[in-house]
């Protein structure tokens, strides 16, 4: 998957989760999931359950500590 | 392991907002406890006029408090070895929930969950409640997040 695939497919998981449009409208790397988005605590546990389920792979406690934004994301998901 | 007792003890509600009396059973998987409304408790008087019906934001806090919290208890304890020093912090994330048939004053309600999933602090039940006759009084699903630092 290209790095534009990775993030067009984390856009995707994280839209039903998003409370700032905004910050969405702006979808790039560099956008982080509470700060710009306005993602509570909950939901980001969601995204990270749904990156799991989409890539078919597990992220610990430690990875998701430093998922902030949407490189960090797409990081994590390179190295597994 | 930590016993029913002990995770009622460690609930953060007291009178009159604690809706717990009883966990019958507890494992990692579920849960099942139960909870009286005695008749005088205070929401009657106002929910309705003249005719007291349990509100379903109580039935929703019943079957939070013993599906989602005092699973969490367990499962916390459960993951630092029977200590839960700390005191529980909790937040409630989600609920949606369909209610069946009305409570009223007096009546014993048994809730029953089972863990969809507890990842990253986050617990996440599907939970119903039945009545005495053990017909559904409510289900649906209920998350909320274990330890917060609030």
Known sequence: ?80 | MINPEEIIAQLPYTKPFLFVDEIESVNEEEITGNYHFPKDSYFYKGHFKDSPVTPGVILTECAAQIGVVCLGIFLGADEEQNAVEEKVQIALTSTAMDFYIPVFPGERVYVRAKKMYFRFNKLKCEVKMYNEEEKLICKGEIAGMMNLKL
């Not at chain 1, 290209?2 to 409370?19: A, D, G, H």
């Not at chain 1, 409208?25 to 710009?36: A, L, R």
């Not at chain 1, 546990?45 to 792979?57: A, G, N, Q, R, S």
């Open chain 1, 1 to 80: 998957m290209t790095e534009k695939e990775l993030i067009e497919t984390i856009k995707k998981i994280v839209k039903p989760y998003v409370q700032r449009e905004e910050g969405f409208k702006e979808f790039s790397k560099e956008t982080e999931f509470i700060k710009d988005l306005e993602i509570n605590s909950a939901n980001l546990v969601d995204v990270i359950l749904d990156v799991e389920d989409e890539f078919d792979i597990e992220i610990d406690n430690d990875s998701m500590e430093g998922m902030r934004s949407v490189g960090d994301a797409i990081e994590i998901v390179k190295k597994k």
